[in-house]
Each structure stands twice: as structure tokens, then as C-alpha cells.
Nanobody, 120 residues
């Protein structure tokens, strides 16, 4: 059974840090590309950051570059998102995502999402 479980969300003041974690099971984590997405009320879901399984190559949305850092621990099957200098516009539900292949067949898995609220 595939599971992606996000944790670490909550309320944080503007300018503060927060670290999200996504613990996974049920697929070959080390070879999967892991991503974080977010969705704010009334907006479409958008990519925040991604990290590949092979060489830990990373990619960030422009508005997150320099503030967010994605990382992974293959021994723990966990991906992280360190968020610094948070802004009210970062308020959203953040989702963990896994992409890979089972042989020839691609897969995509999603976590249930976790709320991040940036407010004073």
C-alpha cells in the first residue's frame, strides 16, 4: 500500500521558517522524483520544488528560489521542504508528490496535503 504522509505544517509568522516532511512507503522511493506542490484558496495547484531520485537534481518555482530548499533522505524514505522567509502569500495546502515508473508504467502518488498558514 502506497502512503505519503505530510507533517510539519501549521501557523507561522511572516518571515519565519517551517519545515515540512513527507514520509513515504509502498514504492521505490530512491528512484522516484519527489515534488512539493501547493494550492491556495481559489487558485490552481502549483509546483513548489522537485528533487530527482537519481542525482538529487532540484528544481524550484521562481518565487521560491532562495527561500525554499527541497531535500531527501533515501534511508528514511522521506522528502523535506525547508521554507524560510515565509510570506502571507505562501499560505496554502502543501502536497507531497511522487513520480516514477513501475517497469514501463508511470505512476503518480499524492499525499493528503497539509495546511501552512503565514500570518501575524
Amino acid at each position: 500500500q502506497v502512503q505519503l504522509v505530510e507533517s510539519g505544517g501549521g501557523l507561522v509568522q511572516p518571515g519565519g521558517p517551517l519545515r515540512l516532511s513527507c514520509a513515504t512507503s509502498g514504492f521505490t522511493f530512491s528512484s522516484a522524483t519527489m515534488s512539493w506542490y501547493r494550492q491556495a484558496p481559489g487558485k490552481e495547484r502549483e509546483l513548489v520544488a522537485a528533487i530527482t531520485g537519481a542525482r538529487d537534481n532540484t528544481n524550484y518555482a521562481d518565487s521560491m528560489k532562495g527561500r525554499f530548499t527541497v531535500s531527501r533522505d533515501n534511508a528514511k524514505n522521506t522528502v523535506y521542504l525547508q521554507m524560510n522567509s515565509l510570506k502571507p502569500e505562501d499560505t496554502a495546502v502543501y502536497y507531497c508528490n511522487a513520480k516514477g515508473t513501475w517497469g514501463w508504467f508511470p505512476y503518480t502518488y499524492w499525499g493528503q496535503g497539509i495546511q501552512v498558514t503565514v500570518s501575524s
